[in-house]
């Protein structure tokens, strides 16, 4: 990104020219380049006047006919659109010029103003609640009188003031409460397409136009009934619904935004006097030295030069508790300082950096959509036109009966139909889970991962760098009396600490701080260590080394060998092995007890694959495995009838990762963006496993309930109201109370325990 700033127009302002956007360095701050494919770039949109399916379908055609235009993903509930264009063919001020014809507004996802925006919004809408709320009370006060009365209770000058006393009161509703479901309402039928605000507005402004005509007429045909108290009911039971759905919404998927906002937008860079300026954090560049207040996040990539102090990571790589860094230790962009002042050497800056990495998954999954979301898109259209038709045909075949009476009817229709909770059904969950797995560092690069994680029956992992550390430990001991274990490992550690060798490290590890000196020493390339160390209360000299030193065959039966020997032959020999990462165990069992089948399959040595294996818990595991093995392994298994989820470093997995039904990347030893897993875990922690498959197994019972509520109360409700049971404001209450139950539903996802008891959590 370039270091220009560009002044956007603010959305919906008279006559406001987006060209401003067809400059590069202002398409770059909300774009990046596609990979693989030269030339062609995604951007992502915040798409203002969402309320619908329809909504999603207009966005789509709006945008995907535009020219330079490859492919267009729009998610309702998260308001925001991704494009795929090409800037030789298209620009970005046609995306604007066509979403305003369409009736949307929309700003670039990355633009502060946004976040300005969507907090108007609440606030408007918070007030459009209160004034449907406080209204709604004052006209039950009044229509409350005719409930009770008996016949010729109420005179009718008492009659006629009391109706227009309600009418004054719902009036503010109609006018004011009411302008968002009118205003998407013609949108709509400007474009000759039905949204589901169409027939909420038909229904209100029917109710109350029939309303006002008996006010007026209390002798005519619509004389005997008004519905004012259903009309401002049914508003505020409405705007209660969207206002909870909002909350909920913003509250189940605030860490994704939390993530992809966490930059700082200014830096302290250091002058070269020393001094400090504040610049903008695009203007960064490697080798630039800046400094990090306590609070403030990291900008960028770095190494620390000058402070200690703590770094929260928990968002980036699920690690929840405070790390210490201090001079020498790298940090990473997105994270924050908690603690002292730290001057950072800049490293990677911008689509460089992890952060930007991960940002990228998270907008890419942010505007995915699953299956089952895309067909409730497809049928919501056809099923809005088969309401207006049911409605239509209820007041025909009930008006006979009465004018009255058949409008009521036509009006309970519907509301009561209004699919609103069959298209939050499942986008509402799923949303909901992506939240809770962002706040343990868990990356989804698509959300149709969570349907098809709920299918896995199978787990494989690698071995090397996933079910294991980076380092071997000491497995074993074996001493020649009357030599014991520990003066064995002082003694080696003794020689070990003259060398950087992994087996000597091991060994210093093992033997823990202090411990015996080592004069003299020599270390021979490639063998092992000779030198002087006091052994028995008297100076030896000792030889520390291969097996294969001292003439021991080493067949890797049970690890590698350390031999410790003086001029006699051997004293002990050491078996090193693997170091089983702390929650690999614990993750393994839960998976177990989950139902689910567990192998290992490893590049490595058979016998130290089934060594690894037996420590881990793991029944099946093969070794000697090259990637072509494990891709015919994993065919194989495809081929019985299972789904596999396979889970590797993402280095040298690629083939089987790109195979797997789900795939898990662990770590960041491969960059994250070039990553062909399904699932990427920025912190390593085998937790993870689990944690997403018991998660997406809950996201799918709970996708299953909503859409079975909205099923079944449409299944109910409909009849009911068709045969008169139910009157208008009782359909307003019952269509809203099942749109907040499904999204009520849904934000249960947001919490996420443990798969199973006793897994040792890396995070919480």
Same mark, same amino acid.
């Given at each position: 990104?370039?270091?220009?700033?560009?002044?956007?127009?603010?959305?919906?302002?008279?006559?406001?020219?987006?060209?401003?956007?067809?400059?590069?360095?202002?398409?770059?701050?909300?774009?990046?380049?596609?990979?693989? =494919?030269?030339?062609?770039?995604?951007?992502?949109?915040?798409?203002?006047?969402?309320?619908?399916?329809?909504c999603?379908?207009?966005?789509?055609?709006?945008?995907?006919?535009?020219?330079?235009?490859? +492919?267009?993903?729009?998610?309702?509930?998260?308001?925001?659109?991704?494009?795929?264009?090409?800037?030789?063919l298209?620009?970005?001020s046609?995306?604007?010029?066509?979403?305003?014809?369409?009736?949307?507004?929309?700003?670039?996802?990355?633009?502060?103003?946004a976040?300005?925006?969507?907090?108007?919004?609440?606030?408007?809408?918070?007030?459009?609640?209160?004034?449907?709320?406080f209204?709604?009370?004052?006209?039950?006060?009044?229509?409350?009188?005719?409930?009770?009365?008996?016949?010729?209770?109420?005179?009718?000058d008492?009659?006629?003031?009391?109706?227009?006393?309600?009418?004054?009161?719902? &009036?503010?509703v109609? %006018?004011?409460?009411?302008?968002?479901?009118?205003?998407?309402?013609?949108?709509?039928?400007?474009?000759?397409?039905?949204g589901?605000?169409?027939?909420?507005?038909?229904?209100?402004?029917?109710a109350?136009?029939? *309303?006002?005509?008996?006010?007026?007429?209390?002798?005519?045909?619509?004389?005997?009934?008004?519905?004012?108290?259903?009309?401002?009911?049914?508003?505020?039971?409405?705007?209660?619904?969207?206002?909870?759905? #909002?909350r909920?919404?913003?509250?189940? +998927?605030?860490?994704?935004?939390?993530?992809m906002?966490?930059?700082?937008?200014?830096?302290?860079?250091?002058?070269?006097?020393?001094?400090?300026?504040?610049v903008?954090? #695009?203007?960064l560049?490697?080798?630039?030295?800046?400094?990090? %207040?306590?609070?403030?996040?990291?900008?960028?990539?770095?190494?620390?030069?000058e402070?200690?102090?703590?770094?929260?990571?928990?968002?980036?790589?699920?690690?929840?508790?405070?790390?210490?860094?201090?001079?020498?230790?790298?940090?990473?962009?997105?994270?924050? /300082?908690?603690?002292?002042?730290? &001057?950072? #050497?800049?490293?990677?800056?911008?689509?460089?950096?992890?952060?930007?990495?991960?940002?990228?998954?998270?907008?890419?999954?942010?505007?995915?959509?699953?299956?089952?979301?895309?067909?409730?898109?497809?049928?919501?259209?056809?099923?809005?036109?088969a309401?207006?038709?049911?409605?239509?045909?209820?007041?025909?075949?009930?008006w006979?009966s009465?004018?009255?009476?058949?409008?009521?009817?036509?009006? +309970?229709?519907?509301i009561?139909t209004?699919?609103?909770? &069959?298209?939050?059904?499942?986008?509402?969950?799923?949303?909901?889970a992506?939240?809770?797995?962002?706040?343990?560092?868990?990356?989804?690069?698509?959300?149709e991962? %969570?349907?098809?994680?709920?299918?896995v029956?199978?787990?494989?992992?690698?071995?090397?760098?996933?079910?294991?550390?980076?380092?071997?430990?000491?497995?074993?001991?074996?001493?020649?009396?009357?030599?014991?274990r520990d003066?064995?490992?002082?003694?080696?550690?003794?020689?070990?600490?003259?060398?950087?060798?992994?087996? *000597?490290?091991?060994?210093?590890?093992?033997?823990?701080?202090?411990?015996?000196a @080592?004069?003299?020493?020599?270390?021979?390339?490639?063998?092992?260590?000779?030198?002087?160390?006091s052994?028995?209360?008297?100076a030896?000299r000792? =030889?520390?080394?291969?097996?294969?030193?001292?003439?021991?065959?080493?067949?890797?039966?049970?690890?590698?060998?350390?031999?410790?020997?003086?001029?006699?032959?051997?004293?002990?020999?050491?078996?090193?092995?693997?170091?089983?990462?702390?929650?690999?165990?614990g993750?393994?069992?839960?998976?177990?007890?989950?139902?689910?089948?567990?192998?290992?399959? *490893?590049?490595?040595k058979?016998a130290?694959?089934?060594?690894?294996?037996?420590?881990?818990?793991?029944?099946?595991?093969?070794?000697?495995?090259?990637?072509?093995?494990k891709?015919?392994?994993? +065919?194989?298994?495809?081929?019985?009838?299972?789904?596999? @989820?396979?889970?590797?470093?993402?280095?040298?997995?690629?083939p089987?990762?790109?195979?797997?039904?789900?795939?898990?990347?662990?770590?960041?030893?491969?960059?994250?963006a070039?990553?062909? $897993?399904?699932?990427?875990?920025?912190?390593g922690?085998?937790?993870?496993?689990?944690?997403v498959?018991?998660?997406?197994r809950r996201?799918?019972?709970?996708?299953?309930?909503n859409?079975?509520?909205a099923?079944?109360?449409?299944?109910?409700?409909?009849?009911?109201?068709?045969?008169?049971?139910?009157?208008p404001?009782?359909?307003?209450?019952?269509?809203?109370?099942?749109?907040? %139950?499904?999204?009520? /539903?849904?934000?249960?996802?947001?919490?996420?325990?443990?798969? $199973?008891?006793?897994?040792? #959590?890396?995070?919480?």
């Amino acid at each position: 990104m370039g270091p220009a700033s560009v002044s956007l127009p603010l959305p919906g302002s008279p006559a406001a020219d987006w060209s401003a956007l067809d400059e590069q360095p202002a398409w770059e701050e909300f774009s990046r380049p596609v990979r693989g =494919r030269d030339g062609v770039w995604e951007s992502y949109l915040a798409v203002e006047g969402m309320h619908c399916a329809a909504c999603t379908l207009a966005v789509e055609r709006a945008l995907g006919s535009l020219p330079g235009v490859d +492919a267009v993903q729009v998610n309702g509930s998260a308001a925001t659109a991704r494009v795929v264009w090409s800037p030789q063919l298209g620009r970005p001020s046609s995306w604007w010029q066509a979403l305003e014809r369409a009736g949307y507004r929309g700003l670039p996802a990355g633009d502060q103003l946004a976040a300005g925006v969507r907090r108007r919004e609440q606030r408007v809408l918070l007030w459009r609640w209160l004034v449907a709320g406080f209204c709604m009370m004052q006209v039950m006060m009044y229509a409350y009188p005719s409930y009770i009365a008996g016949p010729g209770d109420i005179t009718p000058d008492i009659q006629a003031l009391l109706r227009w006393a309600c009418w004054m009161l719902t &009036l503010p509703v109609v %006018l004011f409460s009411c302008r968002p479901f009118f205003a998407s309402a013609l949108r709509d039928l400007a474009h000759a397409r039905i949204g589901m605000d169409v027939p909420v507005a038909i229904g209100i402004l029917i109710a109350f136009g029939a *309303s006002t005509v008996a006010t007026l007429d209390p002798g005519g045909p619509l004389g005997a009934e008004v519905w004012y108290d259903s009309v401002t009911m049914f508003v505020f039971f409405l705007l209660s619904g969207r206002l909870l759905e #909002r909350r909920l919404r913003d509250r189940t +998927a605030g860490s994704l935004e939390a993530l992809m906002r966490r930059l700082p937008a200014r830096v302290e860079r250091r002058r070269d006097d020393g001094s400090f300026e504040p610049v903008a954090v #695009r203007r960064l560049r490697p080798g630039d030295v800046i400094r990090v %207040l306590p609070g403030e996040a990291f900008p960028a990539d770095g190494e620390v030069l000058e402070g200690r102090g703590q770094v929260d990571e928990a968002l980036l790589t699920g690690e929840s508790h405070p790390l210490p860094r201090g001079p020498g230790d790298a940090v990473i962009a997105g994270s924050h /300082n908690l603690a002292s002042s730290l &001057l950072v #050497r800049v490293q990677r800056v911008g689509d460089d950096t992890r952060y930007a990495a991960i940002v990228a998954l998270m907008e890419r999954a942010a505007v995915d959509k699953p299956r089952l979301a895309q067909l409730a898109d497809r049928i919501a259209g056809p099923f809005l036109v088969a309401v207006l038709a049911a409605a239509a045909l209820a007041g025909w075949w009930w008006w006979p009966s009465g004018a009255g009476h058949a409008l009521g009817i036509a009006v +309970a229709v519907l509301i009561v139909t209004c699919p609103c909770a &069959l298209s939050l059904a499942t986008p509402a969950a799923t949303l909901a889970a992506a939240g809770a797995l962002a706040r343990r560092g868990i990356v989804l690069r698509r959300l149709e991962a %969570l349907e098809t994680a709920a299918t896995v029956d199978t787990v494989v992992f690698d071995k090397t760098g996933t079910l294991t550390q980076d380092r071997i430990v000491v497995a074993a001991v074996h001493a020649r009396p009357p030599l014991d274990r520990d003066s064995a490992v002082q003694a080696a550690a003794a020689l070990a600490r003259h060398s950087l060798h992994p087996a *000597s490290r091991a060994l210093v590890a093992a033997a823990g701080a202090g411990g015996r000196a @080592a004069l003299d020493v020599q270390e021979t390339a490639g063998q092992g260590l000779e030198g002087t160390v006091s052994l028995g209360g008297r100076a030896k000299r000792l =030889r520390l080394g291969s097996a294969a030193w001292f003439g021991v065959p080493d067949n890797g039966a049970e690890g590698s060998h350390v031999v410790l020997a003086d001029e006699h032959g051997w004293l002990a020999a050491f078996t090193l092995a693997e170091q089983l990462r702390d929650d690999a165990a614990g993750s393994i069992q839960a998976l177990q007890r989950c139902g689910l089948r567990v192998q290992l399959l *490893s590049g490595d040595k058979p016998a130290a694959v089934d060594r690894l294996a037996a420590r881990a818990g793991i029944a099946w595991s093969r070794g000697g495995q090259s990637p072509a093995d494990k891709l015919e392994v994993l +065919a194989l298994r495809q081929q019985q009838g299972h789904r596999v @989820a396979m889970v590797g470093d993402g280095l040298n997995d690629g083939p089987v990762l790109a195979r797997a039904d789900l795939s898990f990347a662990m770590g960041s030893g491969a960059p994250l963006a070039q990553a062909k $897993a399904d699932v990427i875990v920025a912190g390593g922690q085998l937790t993870a496993v689990p944690q997403v498959l018991a998660l997406a197994r809950r996201t799918q019972r709970i996708v299953r309930q909503n859409l079975a509520w909205a099923a079944g109360y449409n299944a109910v409700c409909v009849p009911l109201a068709l045969v008169g049971w139910m009157p208008p404001w009782a359909a307003g209450l019952g269509m809203a109370c099942s749109s907040l %139950l499904v999204v009520a /539903n849904a934000a249960r996802l947001a919490t996420m325990p443990d798969p $199973a008891p006793g897994v040792v #959590r890396a995070s919480t």
